[in-house]
C-alpha cells in the first residue's frame, strides 16, 4: 500500500515536470524599507526562492531573514537577534493562490491579486497582495509591493527606538522566473 | 590649594570619560562589518556533507551552523551573476546544493580565481551559513 502511494506520488512529480508548468528563480530580489526622517533603514537580500505554478495559479515565495544586507552592521545584527529572532524563526515564507483572470499565453503584464498566507517571526497571517507578472513562454517577470506592521508578526520594537522605525513597512519584490526542469 | 587640584582632576576625570564614551558609542554604532576573509571557519567540510547534515535534521543542522563560518569544497554546477553584480555559485546540485553568493566587491578582488571556475571545476568557498531553502546558502563568500 504505502508503495503504491509512493508510486503515484512519483509519478505525480514526473508527470508535473514534464508539462512545464512551473517556474522559479533562486536570485529574487527582496528589499524593505521602514526609514522615518530620523535613520534610514533599507535592507537587501537577492536570495529569495520562489516558484510561480501556472497550471493551478499558485506562488511560493521564501527568504532567509539572515540574507537581508543593510547600511550598517549594526542594523543587520539588531534585526537578525532582536526583531526578526533569526536563530528561532530563520525564514519567512508567502503561499498563495492568484485569484484575479490571467492569460498565461499572452506577453502582456497585468496587475492580479494574490491570495494567501504570509509567516514570518512565526506568525502567520492571511493577506492579499497586488502584483504585476508579465507571462512569457522563457520567463516570467513579477513584482509586488506590500505593507505590514511589525505588530502584526508580533515583532516589539523598545519605546526608545519608536520614533526611529516606520510604523509601516514598505516591502517591495522583484523577481524574474525561468522554466523549471527537473 | 589641595581644594583646587582635587577640582582640576576630577574636570580632567570628567573630560576624559566623556571622550571615551563619545568614541565607544561612535564605535558600536559604525561597527564594522564581519570580515569573512579574514576569519577561521568554524567548520572546514564537504559540500555533500553539510547537505546530508541540513537533510537529515534542518532544525539542528541550522542551530550548529547559522551565522558561522563554513568552509566547504564541493563541485560547481552552476554559475550566475545578479543584477547587483554579485555571484553565486552553486555547488553538488543547483537546486538543493550549497549556493555561494560573494558579494560585488569580493568578486572584484577574487577575479582571477573566480573567472578560472567553470560548471564541473571543484571549489571551497568559505561563507557565512544563512540557513536553508531548497539549497543551502552561503552569503559573503570567498573563495579559497
Known sequence: MNKLLLFLAFSLIFFNAGAQNRFFTKDAKINFNSST???????????ATTFIDID????????????????RALMEEHFNENYMESPKFPKAKFSGKIISPI????????????????????????????AQITPGKVKIIASSELKITPEMFNIPIPSAV????????TIKIDA??????Q | MTKRKFFRILLWVFVFGIVIAVA??????????????????????EAKQLISDFKKDETVATAKYLDQTISVTGEIKNIRTLDNHSMVFSLEDQMEGVSCTVDSADVVSNLSKLSG???GSVAKFKGRCSGMLMDIQLINCVPE
Open chain 1, 56 to 71: 493551478k495559479n499558485e506562488v511560493v515565495f521564501s527568504v532567509l531573514t539572515t540574507s537581508f544586507k543593510f547600511r
Open chain 2, 117 to 119: 571556475y567553470t560548471a
Open chain 2, 24 to 45: 565607544a558609542v561612535y564605535y558600536v554604532f559604525n561597527k564594522p562589518r564581519r570580515n569573512i576573509a579574514r576569519e577561521t571557519a568554524a567548520y572546514a567540510l
Open chain 1, 103 to 130: 492569460d498565461w499565453k499572452s506577453e502582456k503584464q497585468v496587475v492580479v491579486d494574490v491570495k494567501g498566507e504570509l509567516t514570518m517571526h512565526g506568525v502567520t497571517k492571511e493577506m492579499t497582495i497586488k
Open chain 1, 162 to 169: 519608536r520614533d526611529k522605525i516606520a510604523k509601516e513597512v
Open chain 1, 37 to 47: 526622517p530620523l535613520e534610514d533603514i533599507i535592507a537587501e537580500s537577492n536570495q
Open chain 1, 176 to 181: 524574474v522566473y525561468a522554466p523549471y526542469q
